[in-house]
C-alpha cells in the first residue's frame, strides 16, 4: 500500500514549482534551427550580392592547383575511400552553397572611417542584403556585426545597427536568416542593453516581438569570470530575454587579454579550451549554439605554405568536431575546402555506425548495444547535422537508418521513436 497521499504530492508540487519554472523558461532544449558549419567574416564595404559566389570559384580554383579536391584530401590524411566519399561532395557544396553564414563586418574589419563614410557604407551593405535576398543568391544566415557596446565606441555601433536594420525594414520583410552580432561583450549589462536596443527597434518598425535575436561574441576573461567571482557567461543567457542565439569564442581578443604571447594564440591553447568548456556547460539546456573561433594561418603563398596551412585548419576543425563545436570562422576563400573537406569526413567517418543504431533503436531490433533516448537523441543530431550541411543524403539516412527525413528530425528533437517509425 502506498504511503504518500494526495497532499504529499501537492506539497512535493510546491516545493519544485520554482524548479519545474526555471527548466520550462530557461532550459527549454534544443530549438529546430539549423546551425551553419562556419561564419565567414569580410568587411562590410567590400561585400556584393556576387561575393559567396565568387569565394566558391576561388576556393575551388585553388583546389584546382592543387591537383583537385580528392588531392586535398589525400593530403589531409583522408584515405582512399573516404577520400572518394568527400570530394565529390565538397566540389558540389563549393560550387552550390560556399558560404553557410556571412557576416558583413563593421568592427574589426572595418575599422574607424568617420561617420558619413560608415553611414553610407551601411546603406549601401543593407541594399547589397535586399538584393541578394531577392535574387535567391544570399547565404542561408547573413548579417552584421556592429561596433561593441565599450564607451568609445557604443554610439557608432548603435547608430550602425539601427540603420542596417531600419534600411532592411524599410526595403521589406526582414531576411529569414538575419544575423546581428554584438562583439567584445564584458558584462550582463551589455547584453540587457542590446535587449532594449532590439524590443526599440521591434517597436519602430512594427516587427513581431522577439523577431530581433543576436550573438554574442565571447572575447573577454571578465565574461568567464566577473569580479564578483560570478560566471556572467552563464547569467547573460538568462538575462536576454531568449535573443540570444549563439555564443562565439574569439580567437585572438580572447588570447591577447590574458596576455599570451602572440605566437601561441590559438583555437587550442589550454586557456582556449577552458573557456570553450565553460561556455558549452553555461548553453547546456538552453538551445543556444556554440562556435570555435578561427586560425588567421591562411593558404596563401607558394604551394609548402598552402598545404602547410590546409592540414593546419583542416586538424582544427576536426578537433573542434569532436569537442562539440559545431561551427568556427573562417576568413578566406582558400579556407573553404578545408572546412567542407575535414567536415565532411567527420560526419561520413561515423555515419555508417549511428545510421545502424538508429535503426536498432528505431525499430527495436535486437542489438548487443541499448541506447536510450537521449543516446537515440545524439545519434540524430549528428545524423541531421550531417544531412543539413551536405556531407549525406537523405536517402542514404531512409537506407541505412530506415527513417525518413522527418522522422530523423523528429528524433534529433527529442529522441522519442514516433508510431510511424516504429511501424
Known amino acids: 500500500m502506498a504511503a504518500l497521499n494526495a497532499e504529499d504530492y501537492r506539497t512535493i508540487d510546491e516545493q519544485l514549482a520554482a524548479t519545474d519554472a526555471l527548466l520550462e523558461s530557461a532550459y527549454p532544449g534544443d530549438r ?16 556584393d550580392p556576387a561575393m559567396p559566389s565568387a569565394w566558391g570559384k576561388q576556393a575551388l580554383a585553388t583546389v584546382a592547383e592543387h591537383g583537385g579536391t580528392a588531392a586535398v584530401c589525400a593530403e589531409l590524411g583522408l584515405d582512399g575511400d573516404l577520400a572518394a566519399q568527400v570530394a565529390g561532395k565538397v566540389t558540389a557544396k563549393l560550387e552550390r552553397e560556399p558560404i553557410e553564414d556571412l557576416r558583413l563586418d563593421f568592427e574589426d574589419g572595418y575599422g574607424n572611417r568617420g561617420d558619413e563614410q560608415e553611414d553610407a557604407d551601411v546603406r549601401n551593405a543593407a541594399a547589397a542584403v535586399v538584393q541578394a535576398v531577392n535574387d535567391g543568391v544570399a547565404p542561408p544566415f547573413i548579417g552584421i556585426r556592429f561596433k561593441c557596446f565599450e564607451a568609445p565606441t557604443r554610439a557608432r555601433g548603435l547608430r550602425t545597427l539601427d540603420l542596417f536594420v531600419s534600411e532592411l525594414c524599410a526595403a521589406g520583410e526582414l531576411p529569414e536568416g538575419l544575423v546581428l552580432t554584438l562583439p567584445k561583450v564584458s558584462t550582463v549589462a551589455q547584453v540587457e542593453a542590446m535587449v532594449y536596443a532590439c524590443q526599440r527597434l521591434e517597436a519602430a518598425h512594427g516587427l513581431p516581438e522577439r523577431r530581433l535575436g543576436f550573438e554574442v561574441q565571447m572575447e ?41 604571447a602572440a605566437a601561441y594564440q590559438s583555437m587550442e591553447h589550454p586557456a582556449a579550451d577552458y573557456a570553450k568548456q565553460v561556455m558549452q556547460v553555461a548553453v547546456a539546456g538552453t538551445g543556444i549554439h556554440l562556435s570555435d573561433g578561427s586560425t588567421n594561418i591562411l593558404p596563401l603563398g607558394d604551394a609548402k605554405n598552402v598545404v602547410a596551412a590546409w592540414k593546419l585548419h583542416g586538424r582544427l576543425v576536426r578537433r573542434s568536431l569532436e569537442r562539440g ?36 533503436y528505431v525499430h527495436q531490433l535486437d542489438s548487443a548495444i541499448m541506447d536510450e533516448p537521449a543516446t537515440a537523441k545524439a545519434l540524430a543530431k549528428f545524423v541531421h547535422r550531417g544531412v ?13 537508418a530506415g527513417v525518413s527525413a522527418d522522422e530523423l528530425a523528429s528524433l534529433a528533437r527529442s529522441g522519442a521513436v514516433s508510431p510511424v517509425a516504429v511501424a
Request: aromatic share 12%; with cysteine.
Open 325 to 360: 563545436y559545431y561551427q568556427g570562422w573562417d576568413l578566406h576563400a582558400a579556407q573553404l575546402p578545408t572546412r567542407y573537406i575535414a567536415t565532411y569526413a567527420f560526419y561520413r567517418e561515423g555515419f555508417a555506425a549511428a545510421a545502424q543504431r538508429l535503426r536498432n
Open 32 to 47: 529546430d534551427v539549423r546551425q551553419p558549419v562556419h561564419t565567414v567574416y569580410v568587411p562590410a564595404d567590400r561585400y
Open 220 to 260: 573577454t576573461p571578465q565574461l568567464i569570470l566577473g569580479a564578483d567571482g560570478r560566471v556572467p557567461v552563464a547569467e547573460l543567457l538568462h538575462r536576454a530575454e531568449g535573443r540570444i542565439t549563439s555564443l562565439h569564442y574569439g580567437t585572438y581578443d580572447y588570447s591577447a587579454s590574458l596576455g599570451i
Open 388 to 400: 543539413e550541411c551536405g556531407a549525406v543524403g537523405e536517402a542514404e539516412v531512409q537506407e541505412a
